[in-house]
């Protein structure tokens, strides 16, 4: 017979490997409903629904200029709805933080999602609701819904804002090199970049090491050289009938090259990242910083005066052109977190909260209807807005028209074109084989 | 009285009553590791294969068998030559430079006395960092507009060096290398220094009374009797190169184009960015695979060397 402490070590195996199974079991989680209803109004918790005050929802917002603001927006929503929030900051891109939890069926209840290919497969496979009926999304700016739609007419995100790309200058440095105006095309803007370099400054700045250059060169570049030319393009690209292998999208990339030969470009400009970029101009390492309108609240608060202009990408005989397009919106997952969640994005959206995510971002409205008071925008934000919707021709951001197998690859090639590894033409028959091949 | 044959049979089939007992401790002892590797492991392992025969996207609950044509369209790629060849660049220069710093560094420090505790404290440091936080730490440092690196350079003069290291391909995989082998090298160390510990003094006692070199010493007495610890360093390197994410998605991004691109970036970029699961599983089989026959070879090879 086995002694006792025999028996006692075969327990206490059985007992570990017991847990583990048991740790890997759970309730099945129901199969998502593909062709569940748009979401309904808000309405008090049905009966049977628990209160309140036992709900948790989970938050991941992509909150890395504006965090304090969105603990606060989470923290005003508990108090207002009684509804408590788990909040997590998305680190990085919002495509690749989503990938994996879509994946494995652990979305959160609320998310930050862009317009484009990625956040309509979600919605297509059932994992995020349509938002078509909420409050948020009936008083959205209509022209916006259509890139937050699903292939099935799901409308599966609201947008954050309306958003543009500009330059941000240094008036100082400006002054110092003797340019008094804004330059209006490509050639003053490349006469203005020689004057900076000649007084001693790097004229601009870029980050190519990630998403930043495509929403900056390539989204400008295709406003001023796609949009301008061929309005059905976005139908094209999504249709799979599109070609990239043009000289007009090798001139995206050329002008890249061109300044990056010229060294008008900031040293590091083609390693850097978005968050490289902006110290880089705060810090006064460089005249001029290509970015977006939702920087505008940080950069309005530098120690020197900062101007705005609409990017001068139009080379001769080219229409000025800009991007125009959605901020990063918000998602609510298919779950039983739902009703609280659809809460939540009215609040940031529609409500309160939107005034305070508005006024850390100094962002453009993308409301019908606001109180304008509540709005923070500086005069020369204001001014800007104003000459922005001046413009006629409009392109849209890379991630809400291009597919994942080519935008995947924008930064990369991008590089490779400023370091003379590909030519321009090159770049764009490596946009044309990635969309073709997927 | 019992027969001496009966007793032999009653004692045979006590060893084997024990033999059995034993057998199932030892069984249920390992079954919850063993449960653990199963399905954290190999689990994965089998259905990445499965994944990669298949065109997933990662998010559709539908998705079709496709055979080999991911292993296909990957090597196809235009960029596959650049990854195989940074691969091999980085086990050429990476684990040859690691091992002889780390190396030279055991020995040193093995001899040096009374400070040998503050170098081995100084040389883990980096080690127990995050590589995460490496990866920002030497973005910072390489930084040519605000880096240290720079303001270093500029002020003693020498600021015609000061160039976008992380941003030209010439530049960008030595640079890398410099990072890995900063975080890695206090772990290598380690283990050649409890090589060390098991040759025998007397053996240095000895070779100092025949006047030999330091040298000489090192080739002709260290290197031979720590040849365990060279193997063990040389194939846990070797893993840990062809594996490494976290500092080159921090640090380059495998920027500037595919020049520092590894074949586990570029799985990540398929899977999470491409949204091409198939694809990103397809090259993390062919990483697996030259995983494992460079682990053979190189066991192989050095096992032969460990006989002395």
């Excluded at chain 1, 804004?182 to 990630?210: I, Q, T």
């Excluded at chain 2, 997933?56 to 195989?84: D, H, M, P």
């Excluded at chain 2, 993390?284 to 460990?306: G, P, W």
């Amino acid at each position: 017979m086995m002694n006792r402490r025999k028996i006692i070590a075969m327990i206490a195996a059985l007992a570990m490997l017991l847990t583990l199974v048991a740790g890997c079991g759970g309730a099945d989680t129901p199969a998502p409903d593909t062709s569940s209803d748009a979401a309904p109004a808000d309405s008090a918790p049905a009966a049977g629904e628990a209160p309140a005050e036992d709900i948790t929802i989970t938050v991941a917002l992509m909150s890395n200029d504006w965090l304090d603001a969105a603990e606060q927006i989470a923290a005003d929503f508990t108090a207002k709805y009684g509804i408590k929030v788990e909040y997590t900051p998305m680190p990085g891109e919002v495509e690749e933080y989503l990938q994996p939890k879509a994946a494995s069926g652990s979305l959160p209840d609320v998310m930050s999602i862009n317009a484009g290919a990625f956040g309509a497969d979600l919605a297509e496979n059932g994992l995020i609701i349509d938002l078509a009926e909420i409050d948020a999304a009936k008083n959205m700016v209509e022209s916006l819904k259509p890139v937050f739609t699903s292939s099935s007419g799901k409308l599966f995100g609201v947008a954050g804002g309306l958003s543009s790309t500009l330059i941000y200058y240094n008036k100082a440095m400006f002054e110092d090199a003797g340019i008094t105006e804004e330059p209006k095309n490509w050639d003053e803007f490349l006469a203005a970049c020689e004057k900076l370099k000649a007084a001693g400054y790097a004229p601009l700045s870029v980050a190519m090491g990630d998403g930043a250059i495509s929403n900056t060169a390539w989204s400008t570049g295709n406003a001023v050289e796609i949009a301008a030319t061929d309005p059905q393009y976005i139908e094209k690209i999504a249709n799979g009938t599109y070609n990239f292998d043009t000289p007009e999208q090798a001139r995206i990339f050329e002008r890249v090259k061109i300044l990056n030969d010229n060294d008008y470009l900031l040293t590091g400009s083609v390693s850097a990242m978005v968050t490289t970029l902006l110290d880089s101009f705060k810090q006064e390492k460089s005249a001029m910083c290509f970015q977006g309108i939702w920087m505008a609240g940080a950069f309005m608060e530098s120690p020197f005066e900062v101007g705005m202009m609409v990017p001068p990408w139009n080379m001769e005989g080219q229409e000025q052109a800009v991007v125009l397009g959605t901020e990063t919106g918000f998602a609510v997952a298919e779950g039983p977190n739902k009703e609280a969640g659809i809460k939540f994005v009215n609040y940031i959206a529609n409500e309160e909260g939107f005034y305070t995510y508005q006024q850390s971002r100094g962002s453009i409205p993308s409301l019908i209807e606001y109180d304008e008071s509540k709005v923070k925008m500086t005069d020369d934000v204001k001014a800007y807005v104003e000459k922005l919707l001046q413009i006629k021709t409009t392109g849209a951001y890379w991630f809400e028209i291009l597919p994942p197998s080519v935008y995947a690859r924008l930064p990369q090639t991008f590089q490779q074109v400023a370091t003379n590894e590909i030519t321009p033409q090159e770049a764009a028959k490596t946009l044309q084989d990635l969309y073709t091949a997927q | 009285m019992l027969s001496a044959r009966k007793l032999e049979a009653g004692s045979g089939a006590l060893k084997k009553r024990k033999l059995d007992e034993k057998l199932v401790s030892g069984i249920l002892f390992v079954l919850p590791a063993l449960a653990l590797v199963l399905v954290f492991l190999v689990l994965p392992v089998i259905m990445s294969f499965r994944y990669s025969l298949t065109n997933w996207n990662g998010v559709s609950t539908e998705y079709q068998f496709i055979g080999f044509e991911n292993f296909k369209n990957v090597i196809a790629s235009s960029e596959f030559k650049t990854l195989f060849k940074n691969t091999f660049y980085l086990i050429i220069l990476y684990v040859p430079v690691l091992n002889i710093l780390a190396l030279l560094f055991a020995v040193i420090i093995y001899d040096i006395g009374k400070l040998a505790n503050v170098y081995k404290v100084i040389l883990f440091l980096p080690n127990i960092i995050s590589m995460v936080v490496v990866g920002f730490i030497w973005r910072t440092i390489y930084n040519p507009a605000t880096g240290p690196l720079a303001f270093i350079l500029d002020k003693v003069g020498l600021g015609f060096l000061i160039q976008d290291w992380i941003g030209q391909k010439q530049t960008v995989m030595p640079a890398l290398s410099v990072s890995i082998i900063w975080f890695a090298v206090g772990f290598y160390v380690l283990i050649y220094l409890g090589g060390l510990s098991t040759v025998p003094a007397e053996l240095y006692e000895a070779a100092d009374v025949d006047g030999i070199s330091w040298w000489q010493r090192l080739f002709k007495i260290t290197i031979p009797l720590i040849a365990q610890s060279i193997t063990i360093n040389i194939i846990v390197s070797t893993i840990a190169i062809l594996t490494l994410f976290d500092l080159p998605y921090v640090l380059t991004q495998g920027g500037p184009g595919y020049a520092s691109q590894t074949m586990a970036l570029m799985s990540y970029q398929y899977a999470f960015k491409a949204m091409s699961q198939g694809k990103a599983m397809a090259l993390a089989v062919m990483l697996t695979i030259i995983t494992i026959l460079f682990s053979i070879v190189e066991l192989f090879f050095l096992r032969r060397k460990e006989d002395y």
